[in-house]
């Protein structure tokens, strides 16, 4: 290793250490301090605006040499209204109920222990993320309001607006008396740092990317701690054959079209063969309307001349664009096992008026989120009432769907007695 | 590869995959069907008890092969009473509740959408264990109750006891309607086996590991799929200036002396000074009457004649066995500190009649369950009314503290409308 690997390496152990040191101070702070420097810290960034922004030039100067789009770059742009976004994001986080130190079970025993479920912190989060720079202050404060210490490593695209968003909760922290290094931005963009800090698990107690596949791939393989993720959000919608084809095509099209680039938008329409001809020409030419491109099996094709013959690929794919794969199945059954077969697990809607099939659907929909009537979309942190999201999960292990205050918490048992022994 | 690595590379594949097949199936068996099958499976096990028998009797002739004590010898072997027990064990699990579907968290949103958190099945269990035949009959039944399917990998030690078991399960399962391969006896000791399924995270959603340390820290260390597990149980017991010495003498002595060589037995005693002396002669004293070895500070041996001075490697080892570490501190911080320094974060305990003593314990100790005057010995699912245990976890992912058939649950989304898009 050359000295500067070593130094890279001595560098994102002591960002590391010093999270755990900090986690262990946070986990004693009050609510309501944590709520002060939410506070305090969204006046610091309405009142630090101009420093924000001075920084924000700086990426924005720098961003076609990263190969950025404009439409990459006008999402990284901030102005005062942005910056006023960030902070009033802020202030609803302090307004959500505190987590830590909620009671989720308690008994009293036969021998008189009192046995108490209480939630803690998880201790310290490794976030990784390629977004705007809202994101980094979003995430600090998700973090800090479930007690937890956290080291963002943001990509080098947004690096001086993050820097200067973290100097100021930072200096706010110090102020209001939240431990030095709660919050860290890692100083270096250099990629191979993300490897170190995975690598880290006797520090970091969970890593959360947030981003490309590619990225979110990268930290899953790499990672020795738990990971909070998904890498996409293959979502399927089913139109039963007791749907009401007026509300399937106001799902369908909202699930596709409100938003295409997101993990819960519908990538694959699945309809019931006995229905498929009127669903085609209602549901699916409402799509085409829209611009959307049709990757459809047979029947699909027959009905709908612009349609592309669909391949197993296509059933397999994300495409975040104006395209859909359409298959028709011979009944829920088989709706079920192709769903099961090719979704990503993230989302998954039935539009039916038949409730016994309804529930045959979400007992055997293997996804984080079964919808029944209503769009893929609906899944998120806000939407679910969770007031904060700092991702979303497909795995079944701790946390599944929005990931919010709650997700990113542990709990312990602390058990009360007079004195008791065991027999 | 050779044929046979490859045989046995293809063996693990198949029973994995037919576990996962086996899980989708299982996630829509009702409780009663599956409460019929542990019930059924309690009866057949009494009515099947020579064939039992006859199996124990190979394990045990081959025993001493394996170079087993007469004291694991004697834990291997089974008579008709212990398994009655094992049946009796089923027919408990029975009559818990039944997690699956039960309703986390419910809500409906302002636009009408009803969210609800629902309890399903985690999947496919791996669990890999080292101990006695009753052992394969809780997993098994664990791990279904809880809409689990299940991959056993049970020592060598009780192939024969074990297989009979599982055989006499499976055709109860036949019986009833539960899956085949719902609960699987993988059929080779072979080491390698262990590490092939450990990769096939694809068809398990956990793996568990319960026996020595070795074990659970290969397993960690080879899975791909997440683990419950603990390494080891360093714990503690504080002795504060404010306990009742009579009661710290009862519940020092239970929680090293009442069963040594188990996770949650005391390893290590901490002793306020002002009130050491005292504390040494009466608590110390009384461990010293047990014939515990006692490895001191400078303080405790200078009280206790035959008491040794303690290495900072004796406050980490956890001895599973007739020795203590006992060291004097200055005050309930120093105790802290010690504590989350040397501990293995299973288990720890506080002696005090001072209220905002025990609250500042509970709150800094960073461990699985703090108790409050009562003995470390009650961290187990029995004891905390879990109804039965499938292993207890020192992680903060997921399950924290014994685990019994809710750790075994995840959950989905299912969110119902009345034809809702997204604005």
Request: glycine fraction near 10%.
């Given at each position: 290793m050359s000295t500067s690997d070593q130094d890279l390496v001595q560098y994102c152990r002591d960002v590391a250490e010093n999270a755990r040191k900090a986690s262990a101070q946070l986990q004693l702070c009050s609510g309501e301090l944590k709520n002060r420097w939410l506070n305090e810290s969204a006046k610091a960034l309405r009142d630090g605006v101009s420093s924000i922004l001075e920084a924000n030039a700086l990426d924005i100067k720098e961003a076609p040499g990263y190969g950025l789009t404009d439409a990459q770059i006008d999402r990284l742009v901030l102005d005062e209204q942005r910056v006023d976004s960030i902070a009033t994001a802020l202030e609803q986080i302090a307004m959500l109920p505190d987590p830590?130190?909620?009671?989720?079970e308690g008994s009293v025993r036969p021998n008189g222990l009192e046995i108490n479920k209480i939630r803690v912190p998880l201790g310290v989060v490794f976030f990784i993320y390629e977004s705007r720079p809202n994101v980094t202050a979003d995430a600090a404060a998700i973090c800090l309001k479930s007690g937890n210490a956290v080291v963002l490593r943001g990509g080098k695209e947004a690096a001086h607006s993050s820097r200067a968003i973290v100097d100021i909760l930072m200096a706010v922290a110090e102020q209001v008396g939240?431990?030095?290094?709660a919050v860290q931005l890692v100083a270096t963009t250099d990629r191979e740092a993300v490897g170190h800090f995975l690598k880290l698990d006797d520090f970091i107690d969970v890593a959360i990317p947030r981003g490309g596949e590619g990225l979110i791939r990268r930290v899953s393989a790499e990672a020795t701690m738990p990971v909070i993720k998904h890498f996409d959000g293959n979502c399927h919608v089913y139109v039963d054959k007791d749907a009401c084809l007026d509300m399937a095509t106001a799902i369908v099209v909202n699930a596709k079209c409100?938003?295409?680039?997101?993990?819960?938008?519908?990538e694959s329409l699945v309809i019931h063969r006995d229905i498929a001809e009127q669903a085609i020409n209602q549901v699916v030419s409402a799509l085409v309307k829209q611009g959307i491109t049709i990757h459809g099996d047979e029947t699909v094709c027959r009905l709908i001349d612009t349609a592309i013959a669909a391949t197993f690929e296509d059933y397999a794919?994300?495409?975040?664009?104006?395209s859909i794969s359409v298959r028709v199945v011979d009944d829920v059954d088989s709706a079920i096992e192709h769903i099961n077969r090719y979704?990503?697990?993230?989302t998954e809607a039935i539009v039916t008026s038949n409730i016994v099939t309804a529930r045959k659907f979400v007992a055997a929909i293997d996804s984080s989120a079964v919808m029944i009537?209503?769009?893929?979309?609906?899944?998120d942190g806000g939407e679910f009432g969770l007031?904060?999201?700092?991702g979303i999960s497909?795995?079944?292990?701790?946390a599944r769907g929005p990931c919010g205050l709650q997700e990113l918490t542990s709990y312990k048992y602390i058990v009360t007695g007079n004195g008791q022994i065991r027999n």
């Open positions: 830590v130190g909620q009671t989720i939240i431990p030095e290094n409100q938003r295409m680039g997101v993990c819960n938008a519908c794919t994300e495409y975040l664009g104006p979704s990503s697990r993230h009537n209503a769009s893929t979309r609906f899944n007031g904060a999201e700092i497909t795995d079944k292990f701790h």
